[in-house]
């Protein structure tokens, strides 16, 4: 199916740990960004990127990196994970800059222990 | 900067009646975009209307529609004839117009609640 997909969809860390969230979409979206999801706190945007190989931080960007070597691809790395990192984290594309809307991903449901 | 505030954490409808989620926000902008995405069980955020600040009709999807206020800033929901499949997070979300600005800012979310 096409639209944007995220992996894993749970995931358990130790605190220090790291790891990539993977990120893929095949609609050929030049615009990709991650979302993070807490309680009571709606979407906040972490990073995101216009194109391949640009790409610039959000409201809430300190403790993950991003990097975008290619059209479809967008991860995000957890350099060393604290509890405070515990999350759902969303991926979403767009072809307008999300001005007709994002394609979300289905999420991944991250606890850091 | 800009601010939107869902005031309804939760809301209950009855199978086949009609609801109105709320939402508000401030901005000093003039055009704008706003959305209303549903988030299932299943958690992906799907997008349900989208409305543009300088059209003044409202936008309209089906069973939803909305009621777009601009001089108010209010950006209200409704859903009618309400499904067992509609109950779900809601989340209404706003969107500048400027060039070189692509995030959505989020509201808190409201849970509907569909009773057979």
């Known amino acids: 199916n096409a639209g944007v997909t995220q992996t894993p969809k749970f995931q358990v860390l130790k605190t220090g740990q790291s790891m990539t969230l993977q990120c893929a979409q095949d609609?050929?979206?030049?615009?990709m960004s991650w979302y993070r999801q807490d309680p009571g706190m709606g979407l906040r945007l972490i990073h995101y990127?216009?194109?391949?190989?640009?790409?610039d931080q959000g409201e809430v960007p300190n403790g993950y990196n991003v990097s975008r070597s290619t059209t479809e691809d967008f991860p995000l790395r957890l350099l060393s994970a604290a509890p405070s990192q515990t999350s759902v984290y969303f991926c979403?594309?767009?072809?307008?800059?999300?001005?007709?809307?994002?394609?979300f991903g289905s999420g991944t449901r991250l606890t850091v222990v | 900067a800009q601010t939107v505030t869902q005031s309804q954490p939760e809301m209950s409808v009855q199978e086949a009646e009609t609801v109105t989620l709320s939402c508000t926000y401030d901005?000093?902008?003039?055009?704008?975009?706003l959305f209303w995405y549903k988030q299932p069980p299943s958690r992906q955020m799907i997008l349900v209307i989208r409305?543009?600040?300088?059209?003044?009709q409202n936008a309209t999807e089906n069973r939803f529609s909305v009621n777009f206020q601009k001089a108010a800033k209010s950006f209200s929901l409704k859903i009618s004839d309400s499904q067992l499949g509609d109950a779900a997070m809601y989340f209404c979300?706003?969107?500048?117009?400027?060039?070189?600005?692509?995030?959505?800012?989020f509201g808190t979310g409201t849970r509907l609640k569909v009773l057979a």
């Open positions: 979403a594309s767009s072809y307008s800059g999300g001005i007709y809307g994002y394609t």
């Open positions: 609609m050929n979206h030049e615009y």
């Open positions: 990127s216009v194109g391949a190989g640009i790409t």
């Open positions: 901005t000093s902008e003039s055009d704008y975009y």
């Open positions: 409305q543009e600040a300088y059209k003044q």
């Open positions: 979300a706003y969107r500048r117009t400027t060039s070189g600005t692509y995030k959505y800012i």
